[in-house]
């Protein structure tokens, strides 16, 4: 052990996990088989503590195991005296109900950039997600925040997806 070892603070453990994972889902990326369900959204809605609107877009894979997708977005958030742009990461699993519904839940990091007075502040939060969607890409969900994350955020979308062969 080094005495003279720098001291590593929240913020380099936070990118250095950040990293990690993005070479996770790099690689199953990379060894995924071509996925027809895959697909571009957009989202809007609102979020408590603080009191916001927001919107945003996400991109969505097909299963890369069954019934478990993962869905990066970002979104902005607005009102108040400061506003929110936010990373998500989230991992979903989907559980079929009926035939066209599907109920999922997961989640996963995020990186919060809030502005304030010209300032910019980044922060590190988890959102854990639970939402109803339906087969032809409209979907709602409820996201619960810890760390610096809003505490919770309510919002419906849609995701446009490629037609199967």
Not at 15 to 25: G, H, M, N, Q, S
Not at 122 to 129: I, W
Not at 146 to 156: N, Y
Request: charged fraction near 15%.
């Amino acid at each position: 052990m080094l005495l003279c070892q720098p001291v590593m603070g929240d913020s380099d453990h936070f990118f250095r996990r950040f990293l990690i994972v993005f070479a996770v889902v790099t690689v199953l990326f990379a060894i995924t088989p071509q996925v027809w369900a895959q697909g571009v959204g957009f989202q809007g809605g609102v979020t408590v503590d603080p009191e916001q609107a927001f919107i945003g877009t996400h991109f969505e894979t097909g299963e890369l195991f069954q019934n478990f997708r993962f869905r990066p977005g970002i979104d902005g958030s607005f009102g108040g005296d400061f506003s929110l742009a936010t990373l998500n990461i989230e991992f979903l699993y989907h559980i079929q109900v009926g035939r066209s519904w599907s109920v999922y839940q997961g989640g996963g990091p995020a990186v919060i950039f809030v502005r304030q007075d010209d300032r910019t502040s980044t922060h590190a939060g988890t959102f854990f997600t639970f939402g109803f969607a339906h087969e032809n890409g409209f979907f709602t969900d409820f996201k619960i925040g810890t760390g610096s994350a809003q505490t919770l955020k309510f919002g419906v979308g849609f995701t446009v997806r490629r037609k199967t062969p």
